[in-house]
């Protein structure tokens, strides 16, 4: 299975900004890149030519009998697709742009399953009690994932070692978003807010415990802001909190936002990612409205570990289909899906690296004063 290996790489900056936060007249943190190691599938040695060995005149030579090939996919068989998240969200939308793609390649019918809660803990402990057989696939929010049982007291039953990966499917970049109609232009006039009237600005993220929840504690440890954060199942729920006046600002994905944005019902007023986002090029971010932030995360589809190699294979030749589609192609881009290609190696080394990043953020975390 060839793939196409993508370099990836996440700025730590929460871990230098929660212990600023933690030291009067701390400098402000400095973000450092962590490597994620590729490890690109190594391609499949060609075996060498048999030697033509000449038989007398009436002996026959046998064909070699072919290897057979694993049952999988049968066509009766539905196969499900779990979104960790609330329908109508990034990731739910991303998800369904590939579905159909991937039905057509396998020649059996996907059915795309929302089971949201917990930050992805619902669906993660789902297909890591899955029969490991190719019928339940999981698109797995890494960092979200990770943050469900690294350092935790959540009672979750699963590691990474649960998650078998197939491929990486688009990476995005966390922002700030507000209402049409608000008054903060930019994150210096939240920030501004907040420190003029503590606890006054609410902000909402996609679950408590998640990655846009230690997006804002980070944020506040780092500006000596005083946010009202407000938790909710998933980014959807959020962003209707948001146009309804619920809240002030949203911290989500810029994949989640431009629904709203196209709309004309909100507005990106700020980017965490270290160059502006190709899909919202005039929107500044965090680091040049003075905030040296940024907060990516990666989502890939993974099966219960267990899974015959061989229907890891099918499924991830399925998917590399559909990103490279046209169709899906321009449909990602008109949702700012930044689509991503990779290999299963990708995924685990993208995995180990923030696993590494997320435990000691998570420890700050719990040690911060509440």
């Known amino acids: 299975m060839k793939r196409i290996a993508v370099p990836v790489c996440f700025a730590a900056i929460l871990v230098a900004a929660l212990v600023s936060g933690c030291a009067q007249a701390a400098p402000s943190p400095t973000p450092t890149s962590v490597p994620a190691t590729q490890a690109k599938a190594a391609e499949p040695t060609k075996a060498a030519a048999p030697a033509v060995t000449k038989a007398p005149a009436a002996a026959s030579t046998a064909a070699p009998t072919a290897a057979k090939k694993v049952d999988y996919p049968k066509s009766a068989s539905s196969i499900s697709v779990l979104v960790p998240f609330a329908a109508g969200g990034a990731m739910d939308i991303a998800t369904r742009l590939v579905a159909p793609v991937m039905e057509k390649s396998l020649g059996a019918p996907i059915q795309v399953v929302n089971k949201a809660g917990g930050d992805t803990q619902v669906a993660n402990t789902e297909l890591a009690k899955a029969k490991p057989d190719g019928y339940t696939v999981l698109n ?12 935790t007291d959540r009672g979750t039953t699963y590691t990474r070692k649960n998650f078998q990966p197939v491929g990486m499917h688009y990476v995005a970049s966390a922002c700030w978003m507000v209402k049409a109609d608000s008054p903060f232009k930019s994150v210096q006039d939240v920030i501004a807010a907040a420190k003029a009237k503590p606890g006054s600005i609410k902000v909402g993220d996609s679950g408590l415990g998640g990655p846009y929840h230690l997006a804002n504690i980070g944020i506040q440890q780092l500006t000596g802001s005083d946010l009202t954060l407000v938790h909710f199942n ?9 146009i309804g006046g619920h809240i002030d600002v949203v911290t989500s994905s810029v994949t989640n936002a431009t629904s709203s944005v196209k709309s004309g019902a909100t507005r990106i ?8 986002d190709p899909f919202f090029p005039d929107i500044k971010t965090f680091e040049e409205q003075g905030f040296k932030w940024n907060a990516q995360t990666y989502y890939a589809f993974t099966v219960p570990t267990g899974t015959p190699a061989e229907i890891v294979d099918i499924l991830g030749e ?16 008109e949702a700012s899906v930044m689509l991503t290609p990779g290999e ?7 995995w180990i690296a923030e696993e590494k990043q997320q435990a000691e953020l998570m420890k700050l975390f719990q040690q911060a004063p509440k």
């Open 140 to 151: 797995t929010d890494i960092i979200a994932n990770i943050l469900t049982y690294v350092v």
């Open 344 to 350: 299963p190696a990708d995924v685990e080394a993208v």
């Open 269 to 276: 007023i700020g980017v965490m990612a270290p160059k502006r």
């Open 234 to 242: 998933g980014s959807a729920p959020s962003t209707t909190a948001l």
């Open 318 to 333: 399925a998917i590399d289909t559909a990103l490279a589609d046209e169709n899906v192609k321009k449909r990602s881009a």
